[in-house]
């Protein structure tokens, strides 16, 4: 069982960077593929970027590669989302999950959520 918390979000403007944390708990979380969503209002949640339980391998949505970058710390049970050069069309609310499966990037492939953060980006 894990319990995600993320943190971060908050209003910015076009070309800011933030840093987006998801805080785990669970004795089990250096085993889990940890991955980011994000909902836009009216908009179905799309994957944005995941990473394997040893931080060695990392996956994203074509969308925000080159721009985002996920890290972990195993040490701390958190997961971290660095945007940089954010754009008005990343505004949405930002979702970490935890899965067993290794290359996950559908939402159903995901067994555990955090309550999410809300990104908005100024133009």
């Known amino acids: 069982q894990v319990q995600l918390v993320e943190s971060g979000g908050r209003l910015v403007q076009a070309g800011d960077s933030l840093r987006l944390s998801c805080a785990a708990s669970?004795?089990?979380?250096?085993?889990?593929?940890m991955g980011w969503f994000r909902q836009a209002p009216g908009k179905e949640r799309e994957f944005v970027g995941a990473?394997?339980?040893?931080?060695?391998?990392?996956a994203y949505a074509d969308s925000v590669r080159g721009r985002f970058t996920i890290s972990r710390d195993n040490a701390k049970n958190t997961v971290y989302l660095q945007m940089n050069s954010l754009k008005p069309e990343d505004t949405a609310v930002y979702y970490c999950?935890?899965?067993?499966?290794?290359?996950?990037?559908?939402?159903?492939?995901?067994?555990?959520w955090g309550q999410g953060t809300q990104v908005t980006v100024s133009s």
């Open positions: 990473i394997t339980w040893s931080g060695s391998g990392t």
């Open positions: 669970g004795r089990t979380f250096r085993s889990y593929y």
């Open positions: 999950a935890a899965t067993g499966n290794r290359g996950a990037f559908r939402p159903s492939q995901y067994n555990y």
